[in-house]
């Protein structure tokens, strides 16, 4: 999943815009509800505890709460607290699979088919959730003219990238059959033991296929199903309230198959993207969670607020994506320049400070069966002769190219030391502008870049949950780069027979991917935030998903008496 990873900021450098006004207007609101707690004598975090209500810092506006039309951490937060899909997140081990629709499954000896065998359950209008309800969903996601940027994430599914790809338009050539309303059969490409931690993820997540077509149909990208009026969904909770920029508040759902599990009465998530508004919040009782914490704050939470600040694995990467139909970026060796000029050693040391480990690969340490690649390593004197033999010796004549950073401290903080380290090593002078998340997610689609920032959140533990989306044509590939070897590796491991075949496949896709270098490679993620004393049944993960239905909110002490 993309990751913005750290909350917004704006500079005083920058202009009084609209933002920075809406921004002031929120602040002067949490001050004033500050004041009102205050005044109360109990925090509001403290009040949203004793009612049930988790407060949380989202980060990010979502672009969307379409499971189909999103790509992001933030938008998978509050999706996943509305829709389930087949199989849910365990509370605390990210590869064991959790009863969600379905309440039992078994497949065939190798892996390449499964049943899945649905429980009673309801939409929250009420509608019986039926296994056609996922054919219609897959088919949606897999239809071209819908354009989901995840896509290729059902290519496993037998036929699935025909079908997307134009190549055939009939849907039953596909692998997935409702052998009736409580069954359904799945025939992959090949044998995928992993395939049930796949399907996690809200690309595979239904949706009411009655409440779309009322709302445009399939291929609708504008649909007003997702909207706060009409949006139905099969989760633990329901969509409450929506404020684009201020707040989406979920509550729990009585129609939710497994409500009684249910502890916390709603969630309110906080688009906030400055990160210090963030923090301020927290530390004011006005959240139980934020998103992340400014770098140069971690070690004075450390030491100030041990049991409130996390330091925690997170399986993804950090990373810069290269414009590669750009001049001077069609060249390998810029490119190539580009990435081993940078000391990540130095980066994650002074700069982001949250114990995150230098990248030398795409794919992060961690993974069975898999070795760490180590072609992104730092090696400047290789840098400056790449550099010169692509005709920019010393840097002369390297032309005005600019970073693309989604608004946020942290970004411009690693944009920043970057700059320097290529401007020491290379000569060269690299620009940074900022755009807000959902004008960045555009502009990285559109190519509307040079370089640009990027986080990638594994959607599973598995290597090619990093590899597939660099794919020609796939949604979230946004390099412009295309690489036919690449792409049928990419294809033989969904076919290979075992494991290990499958492994070493991956690993040569890794190689190809670094040879040519459409990515940067930076540092592998740490997961840095605040979490509340209040909260219980929150397990540190490596994938950072965690099912809200088993987190709950424990008393706080009563407040004192006012005098």
């Not at 990238?161 to 055939?168: K, N, P, W």
């Not at 070795?371 to 692509?390: K, V």
């Amino acid at each position: 999943m993309n990751d913005p990873r750290a909350a917004a900021t704006l500079t005083s450098s920058e202009p009084w815009s609209p933002i920075r006004r809406a921004f002031a207007i929120l602040t002067l609101i949490f001050s004033a509800g500050l004041l009102a707690a205050c005044g109360s004598g109990e925090r509001y975090s403290d009040e949203a505890a004793r009612n049930g209500i988790l407060l949380w810092g989202n980060g990010s506006e979502p672009k969307g709460l379409d499971p189909h039309l999103v790509t992001g951490v933030p938008e998978n937060k509050i999706i996943s607290s509305l829709l389930e899909g087949l199989i849910a997140y365990h509370p605390t081990d990210d590869l064991q699979p959790e009863p969600g629709m379905a309440e039992r499954w078994e497949s065939n000896e190798d892996f390449s088919q499964w049943t899945f065998h649905l429980r009673d359950a309801q939409w929250s209008n009420g509608d019986p959730v039926r296994a056609s309800d996922f054919v219609y969903s897959w088919e949606r996601m897999l239809t071209p003219s819908l354009g989901a940027e995840y896509a290729e994430m059902l290519y496993i599914l037998k036929g699935a990238e025909d079908f997307h790809q134009g190549r055939t338009t009939d849907f039953s050539t596909v692998g997935v059959k409702a052998l009736d309303d409580k069954t359904l059969q799945v025939t992959l490409e090949g044998p995928a033991p992993f395939f049930l931690n796949m399907l996690k993820h809200y690309s595979w997540y239904p949706v009411n296929p009655r409440v779309v077509e009322a709302h445009g149909g399939m291929t609708d990208r504008q649909s007003s199903w997702s909207t706060l009026e009409n949006y139905v969904g099969n989760g633990p909770f329901v969509l409450d309230d929506w404020v684009t920029n201020q707040i989406i508040k979920v509550r729990k759902s009585p129609t939710y198959w497994d409500r009684d599990r249910v502890k916390l009465n709603g969630v309110n998530f906080y688009p906030v993207e400055n990160v210090t508004t963030e923090e301020t919040m927290f530390r004011g009782g006005r959240l139980h969670l934020t998103n992340t914490v400014t770098p140069d704050k971690i070690p004075i939470f450390l030491e100030k607020m041990p049991q409130e600040m996390k330091i925690e694995p997170y399986m993804g990467v950090y990373f810069y994506r290269i414009n590669v139909t750009r001049k001077p970026f069609d060249d390998v060796r810029v490119r190539k320049a580009l990435a081993y000029s940078i000391d990540k050693k130095l980066l994650v040391d002074k700069v982001t400070k949250g114990g995150q480990i230098p990248a030398t690969g795409f794919v992060p340490p961690g993974l069975k069966g898999y070795e760490t690649s180590d072609a992104a390593e730092f090696q400047p004197e290789l840098a400056r002769r790449l550099l010169a033999e692509a005709g920019y010796p010393g840097g002369r004549g390297f032309p005005d190219v600019e970073i693309l950073i989604n608004t946020s401290e942290a970004h411009r903080k690693i944009a920043e030391a970057l700059q320097a380290m290529w401007r020491k090593e290379l000569d060269v002078n690299i620009g940074i502008y900022n755009q807000e998340w959902k004008v960045y997610l555009d502009s990285q689609s559109n190519l509307d870049y040079d370089l640009v920032r990027a986080g990638w959140i594994a959607d599973y533990a598995y290597p090619n949950t990093f590899l597939d989306i660099f794919t020609t044509g796939n949604g979230n590939n946004d390099t412009g780069w295309s690489n036919q070897r690449y792409d049928t590796l990419i294809g033989r491991a969904r076919t290979a027979q075992t494991d290990e075949q499958r492994m070493a496949i991956l690993q040569e896709a890794e190689q190809v991917l670094m040879e040519d270098m459409p990515i940067i490679p930076i540092y592998w993620y740490t997961r840095t935030y605040l979490k509340s004393t209040l909260i219980e049944g929150w397990h540190p993960k490596a994938l950072d998903n965690h099912p809200i239905k088993y987190v709950s909110l424990k008393a706080p002490p009563p407040p004192a008496s006012a005098e």
